[in-house]
């Protein structure tokens, strides 16, 4: 069946640093792929998605390539802040289903 | 801005008592999940529930769970029997129209002892 795998956290960075969260899947077809964020104390929230390989999904400075080729869909951002910090869940959607697979979550912690 | 509400934030119960979590979905979403996390595991899904009827549910959404969308604005997640493993942080969810723009609550953390 469908799956997704991140890497593991907690990622701590210090403010203004690079970001890359790995995300892969497995599953037949082409999915939709997301990143959902989760900030403490509230429910997830979309943050970007991809329906078809190489798009590219942007939003508040992240941005995520859908790669076919590597069944890949890492976040990244350029610069973080402190208010980044949260926990990162990547998703994907198969056509098939009315269900989003997710993967375990990253927690990242950026420091000032 | 509109959001799913959860309620409560945490229950603890005894195990073998049935519990009943509660969501308050965005009054003119049509399609209700919910999902659940194990601490350090992935977030699964249990069920999805449209036009109130289940459209889809998980192996993990077996005869000791139910759902209901009781009075138009609730939507429950019932568990008749808790055991240790249902121990977990359950997220409610609700869409317009699709799977694909979901809108979380915040979760309650459920404890089985």
Redesign the interface.
Known sequence: GDS?TQMEGPVTLSEEAFLTINCTYTATGYP?L?W?V?YP??????LL?A?KADDKGSNKGFEATYRKETTSFHLEKGSVQVSDSAVY?C?L?HNA?????????TRLMVKP | EP??T?TPSHQVTQMGQEVILRCVPISNHL?F?W?R?IL??????LV?FYNNEI??K?EIFDDQFSVERPDGSNFTLKIRSTKLEDSAMY?C?SSEDS?????????TQLSVL
């Open positions: 997704v939709s997301f959902y989760q104390g509230e429910g997830l929230q979309l998605k329906t869940f998703a959607h289903g009315n269900m989003l697979t997710f993967g375990g979550g | 959001e799913v959860q399609y999940y999902y996390q350090g595991q992935k977030v699964e899904f999805s459209s889809e998980s997220f969810a799977v694909e723009k979901l809108f979380f609550g915040s979760g």
